[in-house]
């Protein structure tokens, strides 16, 4: 068993990634953070079941998890630096490839939810048919950057698109090549192999949408006209 940091609470995911029970601290947030880390758990689990031989080396990957969690964590300083670049914002686009896309709308999410920041989540790929048109000098461009079959891409696109103008905020391996320069704030994320990956990109973005939130002033245990839990029909 090992717990995975996401936002509000510490959940413990038993080796069996389809049973999971909480054994929780205190939210730092009202907003289920847990859940998207859960499901990929979930899915994960249920696409690769039958292959023993990929199980085992997932499951040896998420005994790896708390480590990286951890070194995320320590990183948390740094996030909420770069979290004070949103005070004044209302707007931020998130881009990432392939199995990241959804870890940037998770990101997107979590920043709207409780800073009130309108962000949207796109596939880097789609950059330059219309959501490019957004960019200017104010708006902060997230971009989510693992050292994966995809990476050339993904530098292709904000190498391109935000030489000139734009302030990029990146998340990437170590290994990815990006270097910090005035319009470009970069956390290195430690390398991930890719079954997992996903996970470990998840909270750096949550904690800079937290961070986020506490800078501008709102309150992150009731934001405004949301609710813990809803009731569907």
Aim: aromatic share 6%; proline share 7%.
């Amino acid at each position: 068993m090992f717990r995975i940091v996401t936002g509000p609470r510490v959940r413990p995911l038993l080796h069996d990634p389809c049973r999971s029970r909480d054994r929780c601290r205190f939210d730092q947030g009202i907003h289920h953070t847990i859940g998207c880390t859960d499901d990929a758990g979930l899915v994960l689990s249920r696409r690769h079941g039958f292959d023993s031989g990929f199980e085992a080396h997932v499951v040896n990957q998420l005994r790896m998890l708390p480590g990286a969690l951890e070194k995320v964590l320590d990183m948390e300083s740094a996030i909420a630096r770069m979290a004070s670049a949103f005070g004044d914002k209302q707007h931020a686009l998130f881009l990432a490839r392939g199995a990241h896309h959804p870890i940037a709308m998770e990101g997107a999410l979590k920043l709207k939810e409780i800073s009130y920041i309108h962000a949207e989540a796109y596939p880097a790929g789609e950059l330059k048919h219309g959501p490019l048109a957004l960019v200017d000098d104010r708006m902060p461009v997230i971009a989510v950057a693992p050292n994966d079959t995809l990476l050339e891409k993904t530098q292709i696109e904000p190498g391109r698109g935000f030489r000139s103008w734009g302030r990029l905020f990146v998340f990437a391996d170590p290994a990815c090549g990006f270097e910090p320069r005035p319009d470009l704030e970069l956390i290195h994320v430690a390398p991930a192999d890719s079954a997992v990956a996903p996970i470990i990109y998840t909270l750096p973005l949550q904690l800079l949408a937290y961070h986020a939130a506490l800078i501008k002033g709102t309150d992150v245990d009731k934001p405004r006209n949301l609710a813990k839990s809803v009731t569907v029909e």
